[in-house]
């Protein structure tokens, strides 16, 4: 039977409340329970354990996921398959790591036959849950609660805000020991080295800025005509304006300043650049990360950035137009 597009919204928003409800009840059920929880995960990495995730059917997803976070984050974690665990997996475990257990109900027989085992192995016990008063629950050494008012299956039986909420909860954790133990972005950069987000974290400004024939330079006392020649000649939007004794930047010039310049009247190009220059612009070191740079131009909306060194020259120029083709906006 077909659907009216009323009615597929109707059920697609139905759906997303009810899985919203279940987050905001977890959010308004955090209590002493989550904060232990959560010493004892930052302890245990301090110590250099590691983090076992582990759950069956919807639940193992969701422990996938968390565990892939947590190692992103420089926390050593992995998944274990509560199937395979009964059958040599065990061996992952180490005294004093910490076993994390989801289970939505906490009364899996899988799960619980997997609890006796873990408890032999010296390991911290989490219980990953959204029944206080489940098995799991009771023989956990901490339990880790998310609330969940009801599922968004139409039947009830499809996990849905359960799975929503357990992710949330897994995410809250994760990002409150990744504060608690100081992680930089240097740090995030060396777990994530591939793809998009390695080379957003690892590009540096000197990878990027334009140097040599390519930086346009010149002393604050020429004329506006200089200027504008220097620019043309160096195919750049901007040029960096120095004091002529020490070389230090003292402003800089756009193709916007030199429209605006010709609006104050005939011999404009004659007069001293410094008459028309931004004084004291922003600017940025080598050594600093590309997304820093990136924020700079968000934050004051220019379209060049100069790059100084520890003396205040002019070392190199990030021009807004690379940074696309350079894929970190």
């Known amino acids: 039977m077909a659907l009216s597009t009323k009615t597929i919204l109707a059920r697609a928003r139905a759906c997303l409340r009810i899985e919203q409800a279940a987050i905001t009840a977890t959010r308004d059920g955090l209590d002493e329970g989550f904060a232990d929880v959560a010493r004892l995960v930052h302890q245990a990495i301090g110590e250099?354990?590691?983090l076992?995730?582990?759950g069956v059917g919807k639940s193992a997803h969701i422990c996938q996921k968390l565990a892939g976070t947590f190692n992103s984050t420089g926390a050593p974690s992995c998944f274990l398959d509560a199937t395979a665990a009964l059958h040599g997996d065990l061996g992952?475990?180490?005294e004093g790591d910490v076993a994390i257990?989801?289970?939505n109900s906490g009364q899996s027989d899988e799960i619980l036959r997997l609890v006796t085992m873990l408890k032999r192995f010296g390991v911290h016990l989490v219980g990953f849950t959204s029944n206080p008063d489940s098995e799991l629950a009771r023989h956990a050494d901490l339990a880790l609660l998310y609330r969940v008012p009801e599922e968004a299956c139409p039947l009830k039986l499809a996990p849905t805000a359960s799975t929503t909420a357990a992710l949330a909860l897994g995410d809250a954790l994760a990002m409150v020991l990744l504060e608690a133990r100081g992680l930089t972005r240097d740090d995030f950069a060396r777990f994530h080295p591939a793809g998009n987000l390695g080379r957003v974290l690892l590009l540096r400004v000197s990878d990027i800025m334009r140097t040599g024939?390519?930086?346009?330079v010149g002393p604050d006392n020429i004329t506006l005509q200089d200027a504008i020649l220097r620019m043309t000649k160096a195919k750049s939007g901007s040029i960096a304006l120095v004091q002529p004794r020490t070389g230090k930047l003292t402003g800089i010039l756009t193709d916007g300043d030199f429209r605006r310049g010709a609006l104050t009247g005939p011999g404009f190009l004659d007069r001293p650049v410094s008459n028309f220059?931004?004084?004291g612009p922003k600017t940025v070191s080598a050594d600093a990360l590309g997304v820093d740079a990136l924020r700079l131009f968000e934050a004051h909306k220019i379209?060049?950035?100069i790059v100084v060194d520890t003396k205040g020259k002019p070392v190199g120029l990030v021009?807004?137009?690379d940074l696309p083709k350079l894929k970190i906006v």
């Open 303 to 305: 379209d060049d950035l």
């Open 48 to 50: 250099g354990r590691k």
């Open 52 to 54: 076992i995730f582990t």
């Open 319 to 321: 021009d807004g137009q």
């Open 213 to 216: 024939d390519r930086l346009c």
């Open 277 to 279: 220059m931004t004084k």
């Open 92 to 94: 992952v475990c180490s």
């Open 101 to 103: 257990v989801l289970s």
